[in-house]
């Protein structure tokens, strides 16, 4: 099965004939690591499908890269304010790694919403990427940059090995130093335990 | 007209008939000033429209409230996970000035997603929402207290007098000392320009 069809298969049931109407649509991209996929200032006019690989999501606030999030295969992605209302990104969009993505069409996500399978993929997509949002809010109002530290840790393992260190210090809103000072102190205190 | 159709209205068009099947299931409440519309714990059965008023969301941390975010009137609102997934809440959501709320059963607001213009109406919320919580959370990426509250003052000018203090410093994750030490700073530069 096409990955990105057992991808939206977690969220919704696509029958065969909706599935066969999008898949000429989608075009495969085969990324190096650090390339640009979308820039600021550009339109973005496709919804994304990462098959595998990590993005990041960044602005530029002043000369400094602020890292906002980042996203890990399999998922999909977009700049949504820019894709939904069709003007220029404030953010840039660029692979971390090697990244294997499909783009499909800006009119043919929108002309397939009358489908109600695809209309209940993308709605509850929606609802998962706010959901996740929130909680990124709400960990960086109710938790120090270190206790968000350790909770990537945990909860995204593998996140932590493939991405470089200054991007998660930039993500946590910490210089480089202070990240490799918690990182120390995690160390240090995973032996004393 | 019904001023949560009339809301409706700034996002699709609501056809009579679609309007005439929903508005029987609302129901009105006149809530005091921090009346708690949902706690920690419960189950969230409505999507809610906030006719009047302000509200706040909060969750305990350790035996500290932290405030997630403000609704202010007009404006949907709902405790979007659990309701969703029908699991209890991890939040609170109270009211901060008198309020008058519009409910609308959980399983209404679902059946009616049959109707084009009802699920193009909450596809262009939920986007929105999404929207305005990744720039909260930018915001306390990329920008101190101080900036963040200097941006409330410009562009939530009506919130900030209405709000109390404690719940803006808790918003912005900063101890009420603090915050009065912004003001204090804003005010001088103020009378300085």
Redesign the interface.
Known sequence: MHPFRAFIHNYEYLPEQVWHSIEPHLTVHNYDAEYPILKEGQICRHLYFLESGILRYF?N?EGLE????FTQAPYCFTS??SF?NQVRASENITSITLSVIWSLPRDIAFEF??E?SW?AF??KL??E???L??E???A???KTAEDRYKLMLTEESELITKVPMKYIAS?L?IAPQSLSRIRKNVSLSHLLT
């Open positions: 602005i606030n602020i890292c906002k999030f949504q304010y939904l919403l009358k109600p209309a993308i709605r929606t609802n990427v706010q959901y949002t929130e990124l809010l709400l960086s109002q109710s993500f809103g």
